[in-house]
């Protein structure tokens, strides 16, 4: 029998795609989406995702579709930005 993998509690993000990636959902900070979409199904409930440099403009703009996941109530229940040094955290709860 398989076992299955240990529920995730606490997952952090602070990665970057290289920048010559084949897939642009790949590239850069754009890979937050992708590593949160690929754990999801191994969270626990209630779990906490911290994500960071999420604050500086340019994350928005290179990587906004991370903000349209973790901010989605269907899936998430709370997602709020802290701003604990100049490039920020997004805290998320599952």
């Given at each position: 029998?398989?076992?299955?993998?240990?529920?995730?509690?606490?997952?952090?993000?602070?990665?970057?795609?290289?920048?010559?990636?084949?897939?642009?959902?790949?590239?850069?900070?754009?890979?937050?989406?992708?590593?949160?979409?690929t754990?999801?199904?191994?969270?626990?409930?209630?779990?906490?995702?911290?994500?960071?440099?999420?604050v500086?403009d340019?994350?928005?703009?290179?990587?906004?579709?991370?903000?349209?996941?973790?901010?989605?109530?269907?899936?998430?229940?709370?997602?709020?930005?802290?701003?604990?040094?100049?490039?920020?955290?997004?805290?998320?709860?599952?």
């Amino acid at each position: 029998m398989a076992s299955q993998p240990a529920p995730i509690d606490l997952l952090y993000l602070d990665a970057t795609g290289p920048k010559d990636h084949p897939d642009p959902q790949q590239r850069g900070k754009r890979i937050y989406r992708s590593l949160l979409e690929t754990a999801y199904p191994y969270l626990a409930d209630g779990a906490l995702i911290v994500a960071h440099d999420t604050v500086p403009d340019w994350f928005t703009k290179s990587a906004g579709e991370y903000f349209e996941l973790c901010r989605d109530g269907s899936r998430f229940r709370d997602s709020v930005e802290v701003r604990i040094d100049e490039m920020g955290l997004e805290v998320t709860r599952k």
